[in-house]
């Protein structure tokens, strides 16, 4: 794995762009920013973000990611990156739209399909 994802508001991403890094609600609540691998994202999205639009998903390039990631979660199964400091933007290297279905749950963009 070289990537993890995060999904978040447009507009807060066009922000970040504009001030050369990315910090999401959470970093000041909790410490860090919440991330999901390929495979626990599209659980994520439906679960927290249920009902909301014109959201992102940032994939991340780990290498490039200059704050610290840690894997951590209840389960040791289950365990979800977090970024503990500001994203750098240069470590985004692609932003892609979160769709819907018709029943308004979320769905893997093609783009991340074959990731």
């Given amino acids: 794995m070289t990537t993890i994802l995060h999904i978040t508001r447009r507009d ?3 922000a970040a762009k504009n001030l050369g890094t990315y910090s999401s609600e ?4 909790e410490g860090f920013i919440h991330c999901s691998t390929l495979a626990q994202v599209i659980g994520s999205a439906n679960r927290f973000f ?5 959201l992102v998903i940032l994939v991340i390039e780990i290498a490039k990611v200059t704050p610290e990631i840690r894997y951590e979660g209840a389960e040791q199964s289950n365990l979800f990156p977090h970024i503990y400091g500001n994203l750098n933007i240069d470590a985004v290297t ?3 739209d979160l769709e819907t279905n018709p029943d308004n749950s979320f769905i893997m963009p093609k783009e991340l399909v074959n990731s």
């Fill in 26 to 29: 959470t970093l000041a609540t």
């Fill in 12 to 14: 807060r991403w066009e």
């Fill in 94 to 96: 692609q932003v892609i």
């Fill in 50 to 54: 249920k009902q909301q639009t014109d």
